[in-house]
């Protein structure tokens, strides 16, 4: 069975250029989840998904933030205007449904480095 | 804050020795999951304990869970050198939100 998976697994912007992340959840799986991780820290929930709705996003900051799950399947995480407080890891993360006992399957990350 | 706090912030033992790891929280919980994070497999679930559990097994991995103390404690036996990685433990309330510490790192030395 595919894991997450989440593309580019690297990228290097500039501060003030936009930037997208992609992620495909495993199949079947209605509750996608978007998480920061800054170097040395665990990771931090931006934004949680049920199927196509937003249902949790009060740790995104909307003013540069914004992310999207189209048809309830695979999602986008953008940044513009990048700045350079914004390098981190971007972790998806998906599981079955929101129960207090889904496991949450994590991607590989993308790893940002804002110049 | 359902915040874990793990304990020690990082730890160096020898293959062959057992590695605890501890974790405390400050609200109730429905369960209480453990994660382990290193640079090729990324960030994996290892064990779930619900909070009317006290203690659980998974193969070299042991976990108890103090909700009177709301702590909880990773042990894993007979560590590798594959062990080397990050250890976070994640409460969980409801809606499985989970929010993790700043982990335990820990390395093994062949």
């Known amino acids: 069975e595919a894991g997450v998976v989440q593309s580019p697994r690297y990228k290097i912007i500039e501060k003030k250029q936009p930037v997208a992340f992609w992620c495909n959840p495993i199949s079947g799986h209605n509750t996608l989840y978007w998480y920061l991780q800054n170097l040395g820290q665990g990771p931090e929930l931006l934004i949680r998904y049920e199927n196509e709705e937003a249902v949790d996003d009060s740790q995104l900051p909307k003013d540069r933030f914004s992310a999207e799950r189209l048809k309830g399947v695979d999602s986008t995480l953008k940044i513009q205007p990048a700045e350079l407080g914004d390098s981190a890891v971007y972790l998806c993360?998906?599981?079955?449904?929101?129960?207090?006992?889904?496991?949450?399957?994590f991607g590989p990350g993308t790893r940002l480095t804002v110049l | 804050s359902q915040q874990g706090e793990e304990d020690p912030q990082a730890l160096s033992i020898q293959e062959g020795e057992n590695a605890t790891m501890n974790c405390s929280y400050k609200?109730?919980?429905?369960?209480l999951q453990w994660y382990r994070q290193n640079s090729g497999r990324g960030l994996v679930h290892l064990i779930l304990i619900r909070s009317n559990e006290r203690e659980k097994h998974s193969g070299r991995l042991r976990v108890t869970l103090d909700t009177s103390k709301k702590s909880s404690s990773l042990l894993i036996t007979a560590s590798r050198a594959a062990d080397t990685a990050s250890y976070f433990c994640?409460?969980?309330?409801?809606?499985?939100?989970?929010?993790f510490g700043a982990g335990t790192r820990l390395a093994v030395h062949p």
């Open positions: 609200t109730s919980i429905n369960n």
């Open positions: 994640a409460p969980v309330g409801g809606y499985n939100k989970l929010i």
């Open positions: 993360a998906s599981s079955l449904g929101t129960g207090a006992y889904n496991e949450q399957f």
